[in-house]
């Protein structure tokens, strides 16, 4: 009886500390967090891979936690999910798997080669695999189309136009009915580096202090008195647009589409406007990657061919808003918000003034400081109506600065670089 | 027996200790060290990285402003609810149970509750337009209505943070031996003289600990601030957020954690000297 009770402890022991051994992938993501996201991630897009533990993580505690993995050296994550720019500081302290022959596989089953090269972060290796892609664009409630300025097409405005169509709304409507996400956890950093700067200079990096540059920002504080005051405090433009508060916003698209698709045949969802350099746009391609060390590399193998399949890519397209990575053609019975948006992406791709602006790589985790020279500038210049070339050039030092700090390298649309992205 | 074993106190309270150690001031001196150093080697450079910055003197600006604002009003609240909840009889309990309401709500809960208030389409501006006072939606909380914008935070922290002051007081003011007012009754003192003469400085204590705790609390004001105001309104404690979670850089971050302890420490010493306590009458 002894020997029975003793066995069944010591049984009871192993099992308890055998199962997180047989238990799930972790899989950590900072994509498809909002609770509606997640669930669609955990019951649909994950459903028939074996037991996956999808976990969501913000940016800043995602970049923590993987470090703290790291320098610990107990790791519990086997599968990573997060934008390229996230990915790169972690491909940078050399913490991930190369994933060359999942990329071979993919490559022959239809992902652009182009895409696939981006996933290698500079590296000579496979650092991740992409998993999804969107961008950012402009979404107009219908009724503001009439007050368009006459002549100006839609799909492609210019800021003359985009600010004349502010000055008729406000004029028609007693209020401003422009918004942006400047908020606190607002993408408004992205669209200095990928629309504004591309679409006025030329550039991101190099081009900061130009006399393009201060021409562009005077224009923006233009626009700047069309748009509603209330930007500052928004974070997610799809709730502004679906309260009424505003007619036009840009944002990410996942950030409009619960609007969107709530109600299609209210919408217009177009590019953003062009400014004398062309039509600037930053693609987003968020990642898959393996981190060294990762106590279930199979499992997680599994999952990432799982999500590159075309279907779960087209059901995640359909679900979320994130459009494939394959070359992949939407089905179309298509989720009539997610059509809108697609529409959208293609004509800002296929515009023959398009600028790409690619995310910001080799910052490190200064990315946050980054975002946060444009920011500055933001606020001095169109909230305080400090003069232009002073805050251009305080800026303009502090980036050069953090650019020779972080050593980082121009990218797209700025020219080359030997060394340190150079602010000129 | 006790003087035998002169080391039990000690033992009792090293589990305490202990706890304090690790968890208060192994961090404390960690964020110190984060904060005056810069790789490895001691620098002013976080400092001046933070005082250089543009929010920097806004944020100081902010905080000793909705302080200076908030902390009377809230002291002088907190008096005149514990004084009248002292004449009530019947239903004291009732009333003092929902007056410490707020207590029980979180920072950001009571944050979001004002923002559904006194945001674009909220019940404020829905109440005026019904009534037809105001023709169109008024923003209260945008950067270009600042004083609308500190007005709603500081309304916002005074009904959040009155609750804790009352009760400090109210638990001060139940210590007041009756016989002292009646003997100014007597004498023929009134009302007005009572509460100067005899209350107030009967409940120094708690009231010197009341302003402490809630001077300490305002100058890490954070969580109301953050859902009224976001970007536009910034604190001392937003900044070390922003510098933390959104810049990544901790050094900076760190450096606005110690220099709010330093205004805090400040703010106590000038406290306990400025409202001196009889030693007898400490806890």
Same mark, same amino acid.
């Given at each position: 009886?002894?020997?029975?009770?003793?066995?069944?402890?010591?049984?009871?022991?192993? !099992?308890?500390?055998?199962?997180? #051994?047989?238990?799930?992938?972790?899989?950590?993501?900072?994509?498809?967090?909002?609770?509606?996201?997640?669930?669609?991630?955990?019951?649909?897009?994950?459903?028939?891979?074996?037991?996956?533990?999808?976990?969501?993580?913000?940016?800043?505690?995602?970049?923590?936690?993987?470090?703290?993995?790291?320098?610990?050296?107990?790791?519990?994550?086997?599968?990573?999910g997060a934008l390229h720019g996230e990915l790169s500081p972690l491909a940078d302290r050399e913490t991930l798997e190369p994933l060359d022959d999942l990329a071979k596989k993919l490559a022959a089953s239809g992902m652009p080669q182009s895409l696939l090269d981006l996933g290698k972060l500079g590296k000579s290796t496979q650092q991740y695999i992409p998993w999804m892609q969107a961008t950012y664009v402009m979404a107009a409630k219908k009724e503001a189309l009439q007050y368009l300025p006459a002549g100006a097409d839609v799909n492609a405005l210019n800021y003359d136009q985009l600010i004349e169509w502010g000055k008729n709304m406000q004029d028609a409507t007693g209020q401003p009915q422009i918004g942006f996400p400047a908020g606190p956890k607002g993408l408004m950093?992205?669209?200095?580096?990928?629309?504004?700067?591309?679409?006025?200079?030329?550039?991101?990096?190099?081009?900061?202090?130009?006399?393009?540059?201060?021409?562009?920002?005077?224009?923006?504080?233009?626009?700047?008195?069309?748009?509603?005051?209330?930007?500052?405090?928004?974070?997610?433009?799809?709730?502004? !647009?679906?309260?009424?508060?505003?007619?036009?916003?840009?944002?990410?698209?996942?950030?409009?589409?619960?609007?969107?698709?709530?109600?299609?045949?209210?919408?217009?969802?177009?590019?953003?406007?062009?400014?004398?350099?062309?039509?600037g746009y930053m693609p987003v391609v968020a990642g898959l990657a393996i981190p060294k060390g990762a106590p279930d590399k199979a499992g997680a193998e599994k999952v990432i061919e799982h999500l590159s399949m075309p279907e779960t890519q087209l059901l995640t397209a359909s679900k979320v808003g994130f459009f494939p990575t394959l070359n992949v053609k939407l089905p179309p019975d298509l989720d009539a918000g997610v059509a809108l948006l697609a529409g959208a992406v293609t004509a800002t791709q296929a515009s023959k003034d398009a600028v790409i602006s690619l995310?910001?790589?080799?910052?490190?985790?200064?990315?946050?400081?980054?975002?946060?020279?444009? =920011?500055?500038?933001?606020?001095?210049?169109?909230?305080?109506?400090?003069?232009?070339?002073?805050?251009?050039?305080?800026?303009?030092?502090?980036?050069?600065?953090? =650019?020779?700090?972080?050593?980082?390298?121009?990218?797209?649309?700025?020219?080359?670089?030997?060394?340190?992205?150079p602010v000129e | 027996?006790?003087?035998?074993?002169?080391?039990?106190?000690? *033992?009792?309270?090293?589990?305490?200790?202990?706890?304090?150690?690790?968890?208060?001031?192994?961090?404390?001196?960690?964020?110190?060290?984060?904060?005056?150093?810069?790789?490895?080697?001691?620098? *002013?450079?976080?400092?001046?990285?933070?005082?250089?910055?543009?929010?920097?003197?806004?944020?100081?600006?902010?905080?000793?402003?909705?302080?200076?604002? #908030?902390?009377?009003?809230?002291?002088?609240?907190?008096?005149?609810?514990?004084?009248?909840?002292?004449?009530?009889?019947?239903?004291?309990?009732?009333? *003092?149970?929902?007056?410490?309401i707020p207590l029980g709500i979180s920072d950001l809960a009571a944050g979001l509750v004002w923002l559904s208030i006194l945001q674009n389409t909220g019940y404020l501006n829905s109440?005026?337009?019904?009534?037809?006072?105001?023709?169109?939606?008024?923003?209260? !909380?945008?950067?270009?209505?600042?004083?609308?914008?500190?007005?709603?935070i500081a309304v916002a922290e005074i009904w959040r943070g009155t609750a804790i002051v009352m009760v400090i007081i109210v638990a001060g003011l139940n210590q007041v031996p009756k016989e002292f007012k009646e003997a100014a009754e007597i004498f023929g003192a009134g009302p007005w003289t009572r509460f100067w003469r005899i209350t107030l400085p009967l409940i120094r204590p708690a009231l010197q600990s009341a302003l402490i705790l809630r001077t300490v609390?305002?100058?890490?004001?954070?969580?109301?601030?953050?859902?009224?105001?976001?970007?536009?309104?910034p604190v001392l404690v937003g900044e070390a957020y922003n510098w933390q979670n959104q810049n990544q850089n901790y050094s900076v971050a760190a450096a606005y954690a110690v220099l709010i302890m330093i205004i805090s420490l400040a703010a106590t010493l000038i406290y306990l000297k400025a409202l001196k306590v009889d030693p007898e009458r400490l806890p």
């Open positions: 009886m002894k020997h029975i009770m003793s066995f069944g402890i010591l049984a009871s022991t192993v !099992l308890a500390f055998a199962s997180p #051994v047989l238990a799930q992938t972790v899989f950590v993501s900072t994509q498809l967090r909002p609770i509606e996201e997640a669930t669609v991630v955990r019951e649909e897009l994950l459903k028939d891979v074996g037991s996956v533990d999808y976990v969501v993580e913000e940016p800043p505690q995602f970049a923590v936690r993987m470090e703290a993995e790291r320098q610990a050296g107990k790791h519990t994550v086997s599968l990573v950093a992205r669209y200095f580096q990928g629309y504004f700067y591309p679409s006025f200079t030329g550039g991101v990096v190099r081009t900061f202090q130009s006399a393009d540059a201060a021409a562009g920002w005077e224009k923006l504080k233009a626009l700047w008195a069309y748009v509603t005051p209330n930007s500052t405090s928004y974070d997610f433009m799809q709730e502004p !647009l679906s309260a009424g508060e505003v007619m036009v916003a840009w944002d990410h698209i996942a950030r409009l589409k619960n609007a969107i698709s709530a109600a299609p045949d209210d919408y217009v969802v177009f590019p953003a406007p062009a400014g004398p350099k062309g039509r995310l910001p790589v080799g910052l490190g985790d200064k990315g946050g400081e980054f975002n946060k020279v444009y =920011m500055d500038s933001f606020q001095r210049i169109v909230l305080q109506n400090e003069p232009v070339a002073d805050v251009l050039k305080a800026q303009g030092a502090t980036m050069a600065k953090l =650019m020779a700090d972080t050593r980082a390298a121009c990218w797209a649309p700025d020219a080359k670089s030997d060394g340190p992205c | 027996m006790t003087n035998s074993r002169p080391w039990i106190p000690y *033992l009792l309270i090293l589990p305490s200790v202990a706890f304090l150690a690790l968890l208060f001031v192994v961090p404390l001196v960690q964020t110190i060290w984060l904060a005056v150093s810069d790789n490895g080697a001691p620098s *002013l450079a976080n400092a001046e990285r933070m005082v250089t910055d543009i929010n920097f003197t806004r944020s100081v600006k902010n905080t000793f402003l909705l302080t200076i604002a #908030v902390v009377p009003v809230q002291i002088a609240l907190a008096l005149a609810m514990g004084t009248m909840v002292a004449k009530v009889g019947r239903g004291r309990e009732t009333i *003092l149970w929902i007056w410490t109440l005026l337009f019904g009534l037809g006072i105001i023709g169109r939606q008024a923003s209260w !909380l945008s950067y270009q209505t600042p004083v609308a914008l500190f007005l709603a609390l305002a100058f890490e004001v954070f969580a109301v601030v953050y859902a009224l105001g976001g970007r536009n309104f």
